[in-house]
């Protein structure tokens, strides 16, 4: 009976499953700013793109937290599993975030600061995705992990200095001729600034888990 009933429970690899599934839709996300980005003709279907996958997103991050309540066993603490999928679902929640600002302001063009921090959340996805299947053996796997948040970190640095990078130039454009212009660009420049944040938080989630598991 006890037998029968295990086999009914999330087995532990499901979590991991589960994981990188959440981990490409991110990355799915991620590129499809980063086209948007660039501007032209496809900006409504990069748009419609990020809107879907931030779905595919919450019902993965709703199936984790599900398996969190049913299972016996976990690959490793409930409470970190938690706030990994959480911290991976902020990640894709915030550039669903950029989109609403975009179409709100009716935004066609971008600056080239904003493409590079696009490039920078791609990357940053793109090291995320990496690290997540390596959470299935993380002593084997600590060291690659630990460099991958480094790395992550490294990512945000840059961008923060795109961030202000960033406004400089639109207040030298715009400060004194078009403020509605250096309002809207310090908007859309704060909110990518907020999506490579996020994943500097999925980073530190990785590092906090290997700290722990090692």
Do not use: W
């Not at 001729?177 to 600034?193: D, F, Q």
């Amino acid at each position: 009976m006890l037998g029968l009933f295990r086999k009914l429970l999330p087995r532990e690899d499901r979590f991991f499953d589960l994981f990188a599934q959440h981990s490409r839709t991110v990355m799915g996300a991620a590129e499809a700013l980063n086209a948007l980005l660039a501007g032209g003709q496809d900006i409504d279907r990069h748009c419609d793109r990020i809107v879907a996958l931030e779905h595919e997103a919450d019902e993965i991050t709703r199936e984790v937290l599900l398996a969190v309540r049913r299972s016996f066993i976990t690959p490793f603490d409930r409470g970190d599993i938690k706030d990994l999928i959480q911290s991976m679902d902020d990640a894709i929640d915030m550039m669903h975030k950029t989109v609403k600002t975009i179409r709100l302001y009716e935004q066609k063009s971008f600056d080239p600061g904003m493409q590079e921090m696009g490039a920078a959340v791609v990357q940053a996805a793109h090291l995320v995705a990496e690290a997540i299947p390596l959470l299935n053996r993380i002593g084997a796997n600590a060291h690659r992990l630990t460099t991958i948040a480094e790395e992550v970190t490294r990512v945000e640095g840059r961008s923060d200095d795109l961030h202000d990078q960033g406004l400089k130039d639109l207040f030298q454009r715009h400060g004194a001729s078009n403020p509605m212009a250096y309002i809207i660009g310090s908007e859309i420049y704060g909110e990518l600034e907020k999506v490579v944040d996020r994943f500097e938080d999925v980073a530190n989630e990785i590092s906090g888990i290997v700290i722990e598991n090692v």
